[in-house]
């Protein structure tokens, strides 16, 4: 079973355009939700994280968005840059369980 | 630069070969992790070492071997290992409940 679906699977954007990655998850028992950025042959960086009790979070040209109800979350890129083109990682963690992912997105910016 | 130290970043070892993957930390981390990645896939967690004791180990093949001399440094023994292992072996840290941080990986190819 999936514990957190992640679509799409890959994703072009122009260069200042907003890229939206979308993730959601079954666990009401998850409360910390980070996004991790990973280029090619590197480790996965965490981006940006976000707890239940808000509902956005914004970090320069990164925003979680997060939507309790509907156990949904998604971040969104403003003013796409082609160094932002990277594999996005969602995750979630709570209670006892572990750190899950979803499968990744592929995002590339053309300039 | 990552504070998540890994060694060697690229190793190539035959099935019988007896090798070593090695990690560090010195950001006081108590909880350190081995993830296997495989190409265009999401890290999937092997073994978690909390104040160096084995807490958590996924039904991974006895042929990895993990160890925690101390609380900075982790290894990761490899022993008769099968091509399907090769991957994208990275090291974690992280001061529990917080925020996880990832090394760049060792590349590790299984002829």
């Known amino acids: 079973q999936q514990q957190v679906k992640q679509s799409p699977q890959s994703l072009i954007v122009q260069k200042g355009g907003i890229s939206i990655i979308n993730c959601a998850y079954e666990?009401?028992?998850?409360?910390?939700f980070p996004w991790y950025q990973q280029f090619p042959g590197k480790g996965p960086a965490l981006l940006i994280a976000?707890?239940?009790?808000?509902s956005e979070k914004k970090e320069g040209r990164f925003t979680i968005s997060f939507n309790k109800s509907a156990k949904q979350f998604s971040l969104h890129i403003m003013d796409s840059q082609p160094g932002d083109s990277a594999t996005y990682f969602c995750?979630?963690?709570?209670?006892?369980?572990?750190?899950?992912f979803g499968k990744g997105t592929k995002l590339t910016v053309n300039p | 630069d990552t504070e998540v130290t890994q060694t060697p970043k690229h190793l190539v070892m035959g099935m019988t070969n007896k090798k070593s993957l090695k990690c560090e930390q010195h950001?006081?981390?108590?909880?350190m992790y081995w993830y296997k990645q495989k190409a265009k896939k999401p890290p999937e967690l092997m073994f978690v070492?909390?104040?160096?004791?084995?807490?958590i180990n996924e039904s991974v093949p006895s042929r990895f071997s993990p160890e925690c001399p101390n609380s900075s440094l982790l290894n990761l023994h490899l022993h008769a290992l099968q091509p399907e292992d090769s991957a994208l072996y990275l090291c974690?840290?992280?001061?529990?409940?917080?925020?996880?941080?990832f090394g760049e990986g060792s590349r590790l190819t299984v002829l």
């Open positions: 974690a840290s992280s001061q529990p409940p917080g925020e996880l941080f």
């Open positions: 666990n009401t028992a998850f409360d910390y």
């Open positions: 976000i707890r239940p009790d808000v």
């Open positions: 995750a979630a963690q709570g209670g006892s369980e572990k750190l899950v």
């Open positions: 950001m006081g981390h108590r909880a």
């Open positions: 070492y909390s104040y160096e004791k084995l807490s």
